[in-house]
């Protein structure tokens, strides 16, 4: 057993929100901003997929080094009492790319997923590692089925914020300083990202003055797709300058790459759960496996859902090729007043993805070619115009009684462990509150598990005695345990969660105003 606590914290620390409840639409994401702009859509009349284009969109823009429009997701969407549609807009690989591009050269590399090292990296920063991004074929289908707003109003707060810059505080700086090394290779991501060299510093609050990162050329390029929709980036002009920059810099994007992307809809997949229904995006992502999980559950002690937990892990990597490590994503979970739910992921993958930004058109690009196994011939082995094995696993759970959770995390591998838990501690009678700011254990590199020091000494040796063991507390940074947020509507009331340890994250109720106490 191994304690990795830091023994410069307070032991005294407590970290708490309360979750928010009412009859109106609530929105539910790791950045407040992003939160408020989606619940002013459910407060103008918009649905709950409505207001999730909204935040996307901002929250790309306000937290761009986990997703925005360069980046892929998957989402869930529930109209009240209506079955459940999934909607895949993950990874593919373009077309031309050639495996043989990416040589092994020994080692294993020091990013997400511990793959065997490839030359220069390419599979994990540069334009080589850029997949087709298509988060915005998903919100496309989401509004033509689910939504009532036009277009335009929902992607336009976010052009204000990318022409203005999202403000710079402490989490700003620590997100950018801790990568400064992926960012400084691209120039186009190194002027945005460290303005004169280095990471941005919110200024004393005695000047009277906040620190902003403007990105015009994103904001240029978020108008046009106001105006002209989601085609916008995958046809005409965007297109063309979006996969020139990629192909100067030696990557595979093609115009033919973004023109046939298009993304999947589906009815959502279900799994069986005491007296409730898990639903979830089938095949690629982490659902099915969280899915499992529940399935070979027997009973509430902790050691048994991690044993469960573990033999579903067994089959992902037997049978999916899954790698060793967490990504960097965002989540986002709503509900509006007549009771839809949404529950949408949205990623770059690594950390500021590729580490590449397209100059034409400031979008900072994902690198999914990582989510592939660089190894030849295995599982989920890399080659061209293939569908990537991601993460990512937005869930809900439907009930007796019009009961139904939305919800995700973010931290790649990481989220599956933390939504299997707060499922189950709802089946145990916990309320939304309690089960997403319950202590919990991260089995996501099994079968090393890393466990929240709050479980609790009993518990801790019990699972101890199955698995290596590494104490660590629940903190903003590193986030050990996900970032986790949700939803839920019963007997016609919505209530909404954010995780309490990520100072960003937050639950936001139409009618709120964006600094509390200044409503009206």
């Not at 590199?445 to 040796?461: F, S, Y």
Request: proline content about 8%; glycine content about 12%; hydrophobic content about 45%.
């Amino acid at each position: 057993m191994t304690d990795i606590r830091s023994p410069n914290l307070s032991r005294g620390l407590r970290l708490t929100k309360p979750a928010v409840r009412g009859p109106g639409g609530i929105v539910t994401a790791h950045n407040r901003h992003a939160a408020h702009i989606g619940a002013e859509v459910l407060r103008a009349g918009g649905t709950a997929v409505d207001a999730a284009i909204a935040a996307s969109f901002a929250i790309g823009v306000l937290e761009p080094w986990m997703s925005g429009v360069g980046g892929v997701g998957a989402m869930l969407v529930r109209p009240a009492g209506g079955p459940v549609t999934a909607i895949d807009a993950g990874a593919r690989s373009p077309a031309g790319l050639n495996p043989a591009d990416f040589p092994l050269v020994g080692g294993k590399d020091g990013d997400l997923f511990g793959w065997p090292n490839v030359l220069e990296d390419r599979n994990v920063i540069g334009a080589r590692s850029v997949c087709i991004p298509g988060l915005l074929r998903g919100l496309e289908a989401a509004h033509a089925r689910f939504g009532r707003m036009p277009w335009a109003d929902l992607v336009t707060p976010a052009v204000r914020l990318a022409a203005e810059g999202p403000v710079v505080d402490a989490v700003t700086t620590l997100w950018i300083a801790q990568d400064m090394g992926r960012i400084r290779r691209n120039p186009a991501c190194a002027a945005w990202f460290l303005p004169g060299g280095l990471p941005p510093v919110a200024p004393a609050a005695v000047s009277g003055q906040v620190a902003r990162l403007p990105n015009p050329a994103l904001s240029q390029t978020l108008a046009r797709i106001a105006a002209e929709g989601p085609a916008a980036l995958y046809t005409g002009d965007i297109a063309r300058a979006l996969a020139e920059d990629v192909q100067a810099l030696d990557g595979w994007l093609s115009v033919d790459d973004l023109a046939g992307f298009a993304a999947v809809t589906v009815e959502a997949a279900q799994q069986p759960f005491r007296d409730r229904t898990v639903h979830f995006v089938p095949r690629l992502n982490g659902g099915p496996t969280v899915a499992m999980a529940l399935r070979l559950l027997q009973g509430d002690d902790i050691v048994a859902s991690a044993e469960a937990m573990a033999r579903a892990w067994d089959h992902r990597f037997t049978e999916m090729g899954d790698g060793a490590q967490p990504s960097c994503t965002t989540h986002l979970s709503v509900v509006d007043r007549e009771g839809m739910t949404v529950t949408l992921t949205q990623t770059l993958l690594s950390l500021f993805g590729s580490g590449v930004v397209s100059p034409q058109t400031g979008i900072l690009l994902n690198n999914g070619v990582n989510w592939f196994d660089p190894r030849p011939g295995r599982v989920n082995a890399l080659g061209p115009a293939k569908k990537a094995l991601a993460n990512y696993a937005p869930m809900m759970m439907t009930g007796p009684g019009e009961d139904v959770t939305a919800l995700g995390g973010s931290g790649g591998r990481k989220i599956l462990p933390a939504v299997y838990q707060a499922l189950i501690h709802l089946t145990q009678g916990m309320d939304l509150e309690q089960a997403i700011a319950a202590p919990r254990y991260d089995l996501s590199a099994p079968p090393t598990m890393v466990v929240d020091a709050r479980l609790g000494r009993d518990a801790i040796d019990r699972l101890g005695a199955k698995f290596p063991i590494v104490i660590s507390e629940r903190m903003e940074h590193p986030n050990n345990f996900t970032t986790l947020g949700a939803v839920r509507r019963r007997a016609g009331i919505n209530e909404g969660m954010a995780e309490p340890w990520h100072p960003w994250s937050d639950a936001v109720q139409e009618g709120d105003a964006l600094f509390p106490g200044e409503e009206g």
